[in-house]
């Protein structure tokens, strides 16, 4: 059993420890994949295929977002550098019901259930789904990311979710079947952090 509560519902505060725990943590798993390593249709494409899904998202929550920064920062990833070299194991699903925080910083990752070979900036977007405001830039500097264009992506990564989160978040307000109430806070907390990013 791994100690701590999910992200979306207790708070970072000894953040030095988080960004280095994140960052080696990362680093340790995003390793060359083998050939035959699974992929997902939804995280192991590059962003620019997700474009519909992106629109369709915005779309649903566009009442309670900003929406032409969100497209900003989308049209920015998608235009992006791609990545060149092999695909490395990612995690593909870090988002705050996947971190567990305890004594101030993050004490586990959870639900390995998509991990599968992509581009490493599907993870990196945890500097905003995961750490507080402030935080990306040192959690980036320890990792080691030394391309804007990987930092692009990796807020384009972290839009999509967010968006994700807030939508699942109001069906959790609303008590309809899979929604999650703390996950709309959790959402845009995400935007807020990247748009103060950027």
């Known amino acids: 059993m791994v100690p701590g509560e999910p992200a979306d519902g207790a708070e970072i505060s000894n953040v030095r420890q988080a960004v280095d725990s994140l960052a080696h943590f990362l680093r340790a798993l995003h390793q060359p994949a083998p050939d035959d390593a699974p992929t997902n249709p939804g995280r192991s494409v590059p962003l620019g295929k997700l474009t519909e899904v992106f629109e369709s998202r915005l779309d649903a929550v566009a009442d309670a977002v900003d929406v032409r920064r969100g497209r900003q920062v989308w049209s920015r990833a998608v235009t992006a550098t791609s990545r060149t070299g092999a695909a490395v194991w990612i995690h593909a699903d870090l988002h705050p019901a996947d971190a567990l925080i305890s004594d101030g910083t993050i004490s586990g990752i959870v639900d ?49 979710s ?37």
């Open 112 to 160: 390995f259930g998509d991990l599968c070979a992509g581009d490493p900036a599907t993870d990196l977007a945890a500097a905003w789904k995961l750490l507080p405001q402030g935080a990306a830039a040192d959690f980036l500097s320890a990792y080691g990311v030394t391309m804007e264009a990987t930092v692009h992506r990796a807020q384009g990564w972290a839009v999509l």
């Open 162 to 198: 967010a968006l994700d989160l807030i939508s699942i978040g109001r069906a959790g307000e609303r008590g309809l079947p899979g929604g999650q109430p703390t996950w709309g806070r959790a959402g845009r907390r995400i935007l807020e952090r990247v748009f103060a990013f950027t």
